[in-house]
C-alpha cells in the first residue's frame, strides 16, 4: 500500500513537473515598417523565436525598399512617380503582390480599389499627414483643431478618374517584370496628374501571410501575428482550446464581443481608426474609389475571418465601402462559404449600432444584433 | 525462541504503521501543494505592476503601482516631468522630437495628449493600457510606453 502511495505521488509531481516545462510565450514587436507596429507571439523555445526574428526583420527591411512608396527608388516610388506610357520594371515579390491587388479588385467589382492614392491624400489619410504636415500641394488645407476642411470638389471629381486599375498594364517576359500606366492623365489648373497606387489596403494582410510562413518553416504552430491591430493572423493557442479574440468598438472605448477562434486571418476595416469629423458628419480614411469620397454608407466596422492574410485585408477594405446590403449577400454567398470566409459587420441606423455575423460571437453588453 | 508478541503481529497487518504514517502525511502535503499550485487560478492574471516609458529604445521613466514610486532616467534629448492631479499622475515627455502627456490612473495609463500629427495615433488609435503587454506607441516621437505584469496569454483584441 505505502510503495503504491509513493508511487502514485511520483507520478503526479514528475507529470506536474512536466506541465511547466513546456515551451512559454516568447515573442518581438517591430516598428516603423509602413506605419504599423508588427506584434509576433510563439510558443517555443527562445533561440527559434530569435530566428523568427532575424528572418522577419530582413524580410521587411527588403520588402520595404520595393514596395513602400515613400522610399525613393522602390517599385512603387519608381511606378508612382512614372507618366502615361512609361514602362517600369519592378522585382517580382511587387509585381505578384499587385497581381494579387488586381485579382482581389476584380473579386470586389471595384471596391477594394489600390488607385486611390491621391484621393487619399486630397482627404488627409496620407503617410505625410501623420508626422510633421506641411503644405506643399495646390489642395492642401490647413488642419483647424481637430478636422481637416473638406477639399474643393473640383479635385474629388478629377482625382476620381484616377482609379481605373485596368489602365495598369502587367507585362512578364523572360522573368523581367513591368508596369506601364496608359492613359491615365487627368489635368487641372495646369497640373497635370497620374494614376498612382496605394498598398495600404493589402500590405498588412501580405505582411502576417509571410510572416506565419516564417513561423511555419520553424514548426511554431502556436502563436499569433498582429499587425497594426487591424491584420491578425491566430495560429493555436497554448492549450488548443481557441484564442479569446475580442473586436475593438467602434464608437466607444473597449470591444463589442468575443469569441474563441484559432487558426484563422483576421482583418478589420473601420471608419474609427483614421477619421475626423466636420459638421457632425464623420470622414475616414475608407475611401470609396466610385465616389471619391470617404464611405458614407452607415459602416462602421467590418472584420473578415479567412485563410489568406492578404485577401482578408483586401476584403475588410472592400466591404466597407461595399456597404450592408454587399456585406450581407457576400457573407452569404457560395464563394464565401465554400472558402471558409465569415463576416462580422457593425452598422451604425438612426444612431443606434447593430452587428450583423456569420461568425460565431458572443455580443457585450449594450449592442444588439440587427433584426434581418 | 523470541515470543512472538501478540501486539507486534497485529501491528504487522495494520495498514497505518508508525512509520507510514509519515510517508502518508508527506504524500497528503505534496498533493495538497502542487493542487494550490496548478489547480487554484492564479487572481493576478493580466494585473498592471509597472509603467515604463522608452525614448528611441531606452527608458526614460517607470513607475511601479504598488509603491507609486517614479524613477527617471535623465536622457540626452528628452525630459520627463510629472505632476499629480486629481485624474491620476500626470507624466509630460518632452522631446526634441515633441510633446507627449501619459495620465497614468490606479490601474492604467493612457496618452491624453500628443503634438505628433493631427490625427494623434497614440492618444486616438491605442486603447488604455490595463495589462501587462499592453502598449501605447508613437511612432512619429520614437516614444514607447509599455506595461508590465502578468500576461493574459490567452486573450487577443483586434
Redesign the interface.
Known sequence: MKKIVIVLVLIILFSAVGCTAGDNAVGFTEYGYFGAVLTVKGYCKKSVMDEIKDETKEFLAEFSLKVDESISGSDLYNFNNAIDGQTIEVSEVTYKLLSKAKDAYSLTNGDYNPCVYHLVDLWGFSKRFFTNYKKTKVYDRDFVDNYYPLPDAKYIDAFKQLTDFSKVEFSENNGVYTLTKNNTKVSLDGIDYYLKLDIGGIIKGYVTDVVRAIMVTKNVTKGYVNYGTSSLCLLDNADNTGWELTLTHPRQSGTYCDMRISNKFVATSGDYERFYDVDGKRYSHLIDSKTGYPIDNGVCSVTVFCDDGLLSDALSTALSVGGKEKIKSFANSEYAINNGIKVVAVFEENGELKVFSTQEITLKKGIEYEKN | MKKIDYFDVKNENK?FRKG?II??A??VV??AI?LC??LIPNQNKGSLQKIEIFYKESVVFSYQFSSKSVIIENTDGVKVYTEESSDGLVVRIDSEKGHNVLLIKNHSAVMQEAD????A?CVN?F??IEKGGD?I?C??HEL?VVGIGE?D??????
Do not use: E, M, R
Request: glycine content about 4%; hydrophobic content about 55%.
Open positions: 495498514i507510514d510517508v502518508y508527506v504524500a505534496i498533493i502542487l499550485v496548478f505628433c500629427s493631427v490625427y495615433d488609435n486603447g488604455a502598449f506607441i511612432l512619429p514607447k500576461v496569454d490567452n486573450k487577443v483584441q483586434l
